[in-house]
Structure formats: C-alpha cells, structure tokens
T-cell receptor
Framework: NAGVMQNPRHLVRRRGQEARLRCSPV?????VYWYRQLPEEGLKFMVYLQKENIIDESGMPKERFSAEFPKEGPSILRIQQVVRGDSAAYFC??????????FGPGTRLTVL | EDQVTQSPEALRLQEGESSSLNCSYTVSGLRGLFWYRQDPGKGPEFLFT???AGEEKEKERLKATLTKKESFLHITAPKPEDSATYLCAVQAVSGGAQKLVFGQGTRLTINP
C-alpha cells in the first residue's frame, strides 16, 4: 500500500457519537482522496483534498460529514452524530502527481 | 454518468486453471483504467493502469488488456495466493479531481 497510513484501523461508536478518521499520505504526496466501502458494495468516492483545500466533495453526504487536510498533520474525515448506516470501511488514497492512487489499509467503522 | 460493471461476481478455479475477468465501462472520456487487488480486511493494492485501446500490461501471472468498451484481466496458471477480490476502476478526462469510479469487484478463489 505504498506507505499510506490510516488510524485507527477499527473504530466502534454508539449512535450519536462522533467519529474521527485519520490519514497520513505517502511522504511527499499532497493529494488525498477518501472513499467509502459499504458492506457488499463497491468503493465510492467521497472527497478530494489538497493541502488546506477541498477540491471536490461531490461524493460526501451534505450533513454530518466533513474533511480537512491541514498544512501540517494528517487528513481527517469527521462524521458527527453517527448512525448505523455509517458503518463501513473508509479508505484513504494519495498521489503526488500522475494518475495512480495508492490506498491505505482502511478504517473499519462500526456503529452500535 | 460514468459506470463500471465487473463480471463474474465470483469465480472459483483450480490451481493452474487459466481464466479471464471482465470489466465493462462507460465513461465520458477515458483518462485511465485501473486494476487493483484487494485482500480481505486490507486496502486495494495497485496492479495496472491502461490508457488506450490496444494497450496491454503484464505482471507475473496477470495480464491486463483494454478495448474501447472493456478491459480483461487474464490470469494464467493461477496459484492459491492469487485468491483475492480484483477491482476495476475508471478515471474520466472531464474535471480535475481524477476520482476513481469502481466496479463491484470479482471475488477470485483458487483451490489447490
């Protein structure tokens, strides 16, 4: 997975709590993508960020979800007031230039 | 809307039995077609990128080919360690986000 790191690997939250998912891209990569994989479904694009900028958030639900990629530190995907339907695997991918996205190991979110 | 359909959904082969996985796509303008491998509980692992019809790429027992409407992933004399879900994704020319649109995947099992 070319060095993309995600944490935590597993996250359990109760309905109504907040979930924070972190992604550290490959060193030197300044583009980050977030994808969601619901059970028995394919990977779906959520958001694309460059350092300090959201470039495309067309795949992200309008409410409760937000993402950031600060100048320093990892990219964060934040889900407020989680519901059972948010249970999924969330993957981060990074690239520096060119076309190939390298994926992290994912965070498996379970909402009780 | 860009769309990717993979077939079959699942495929069981005996060790050494060659076969092909199919990826059909519709996209406004193809920037690139990507193949990834995903093992259970892990993130997608990059295999190939194809850019134009007629292009072929090989890696060990895998060969990917591309036409204007579909791509094939040929697996020759597979081994049990080739068991995984194989994902196909397209990237459209339009827009700057370079987001990937994934198919549902083909779950490949190689029996010893």
């Amino acid at each position: 997975n070319a060095g993309v790191m995600q944490n935590p690997r597993h996250l359990v939250r109760r309905r109504g709590q907040e979930a924070r998912l972190r992604c550290s891209p490959v060193k030197g990569h300044s583009h980050v993508y977030w994808y969601r994989q619901l059970p028995e479904e394919g990977l779906k694009f959520m958001v694309y960020l460059q350092k300090e900028n959201i470039i495309d958030e067309s795949g992200m639900p309008k409410e409760r979800f937000s993402a950031e990629f600060p100048k320093e530190g990892p990219s964060i995907l934040r889900i407020q007031q989680v519901v059972r339907g948010d249970s999924a695997a969330y993957f981060c991918a990074s690239l520096r230039g060119g076309d190939t996205q390298y994926f992290g190991p994912g965070t498996r979110l379970t909402v009780l | 809307e860009d769309q990717v359909t993979q077939s079959p959904e699942a495929l069981r082969l005996q060790e050494g039995e060659s076969s092909s996985l199919n990826c059909s796509y519709t996209v406004s303008g193809l920037r690139g077609l990507f193949w990834y491998r995903q093992d259970p509980g892990k993130g997608p692992e990059f295999l190939f990128t194809l850019y134009s019809a007629g292009e072929e790429k090989e890696k060990e027992r895998l060969k990917a080919t591309l036409t204007k409407k579909e791509s094939f992933l040929h697996i020759t004399a597979p081994k049990p360690e080739d068991s995984a879900t194989y994902l196909c994704a397209v990237q459209a020319v339009s827009g700057g986000a370079q987001k990937l649109v994934f198919g549902q995947g083909t779950r490949l099992t190689i029996n010893p």
